[in-house]
């Protein structure tokens, strides 16, 4: 029985990214569909519970992606919605590679010591990434807050994480370097999640910080997110710190997201979501 995965993307051009990854875990074939949202996603789920028999419907599996977080998380409520009794497919939901980025980092960034009690600063956390990453450290016992240019949005997004998740996420409005600075007193961590190639830390700033010890960088466009970060550092110890680039954690990244379509054809039942890839990722570290 081949196994089907139906790319469900929340933006008009679905992304070729995830197409390729849904082969490269081990889909034999991946239908995409873009413009996805949650009034018109009902007729696709229901093709994928009614056409397979019970032991057969874990040949069927659907992702959620697509650039805003919010309107895929409305897409797999949609999806979920329509799962009934044994009429269900296993689904990934990583709008953005978000969970499975955030996972990746904050695995690398936990790997072999412990992040409770650490105070993390999610730079520019207001996006897919950012948000996850704090959700994810929030979990490892980390007192996290993220920051973003507007007061409104930082904490509007703040709050819809902890609305969500049960977590205390601080929202910090830092419009500029200097408030950004700011935000890293008393922090141990920082991880740059801002948009592709905006610097968001001067080397300087980070060098000579007094409590930073782990600084990791999401952004893999030049100009860094945070300058004197190699993209492909993975643990590289630099003025005191510990430095994780975007390519450092970008392969358990990609690894991770493969390892995550392959579970989707174990069984009919799973729903891959932040916690669950994190889990996986956790699992993967350092293999
Ligand atoms: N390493 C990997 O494997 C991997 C995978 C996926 C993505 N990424 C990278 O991860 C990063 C985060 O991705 P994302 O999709 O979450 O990002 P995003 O939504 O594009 O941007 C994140 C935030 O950046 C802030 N921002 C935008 N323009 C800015 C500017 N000019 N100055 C300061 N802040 C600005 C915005 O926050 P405010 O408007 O609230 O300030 C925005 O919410 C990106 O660099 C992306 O390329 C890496």
Redesign the pocket.
């Known amino acids: 029985m081949k196994k089907l995965l139906y790319q469900l993307d929340t933006d008009p051009l679905p992304s070729v990214f995830v197409n390729v990854a849904g082969f490269d875990g081990g889909a034999d074939h991946v239908s995409a569909y873009g413009g996805v949202t949650m009034d018109n996603v009902g007729a696709l789920v229901e093709g994928a519970i009614f056409t397979r028999g019970p032991k057969d419907k874990r040949n069927t599996a659907i992702f959620i992606g697509g650039a805003r977080l919010s309107e895929g998380q409305a897409v797999l409520a949609a999806v979920r919605a329509k799962f009934f009794g044994k009429f269900r497919v296993s689904v990934m939901f990583d709008s953005?590679?978000?969970n499975t980025?955030a996972a990746a980092a904050v695995a690398w960034l936990g790997h072999g010591r412990s992040l409770h009690g650490k105070r993390a600063v999610v730079l520019?956390g207001?996006?897919?990434?950012?948000q996850r990453a704090a959700l994810l450290l929030a979990r490892e016992g980390a007192e996290v807050a993220i920051t973003?240019?507007?007061r409104a949005?930082?904490q509007a997004v703040s709050d819809s994480i902890n609305a969500q998740f049960g977590t205390d996420v601080r929202p910090i409005e830092a419009p500029g370097p200097a408030e950004r600075m700011a935000a890293l007193e008393g922090a141990h961590i920082v991880l740059a999640?801002?948009?592709?190639g905006?610097g968001?830390l001067e080397a300087q700033q980070w060098q000579t910080h007094p409590t930073l010890e782990l600084i990791a960088d999401?952004?893999?466009?030049p100009p860094a997110?945070i300058e004197g970060v190699g993209a492909s550092d993975r643990g590289l110890v630099s003025h005191g710190k510990i430095l994780y680039g975007?390519l450092g954690?970008?392969a358990l990244?990609l690894a991770v997201h493969r390892a995550c379509i392959a579970r989707l054809f174990e069984q009919n039942d799973l729903v891959l979501d932040a916690d669950e890839i994190y889990g996986i990722a956790k699992d993967m570290v350092g293999m």
């Open positions: 953005n590679g978000a980025t520019a207001t996006g897919p990434v950012g973003g240019r507007r949005a930082v999640a801002g948009a592709a905006i968001l999401a952004n893999a466009t997110g975007a954690f970008g990244k």
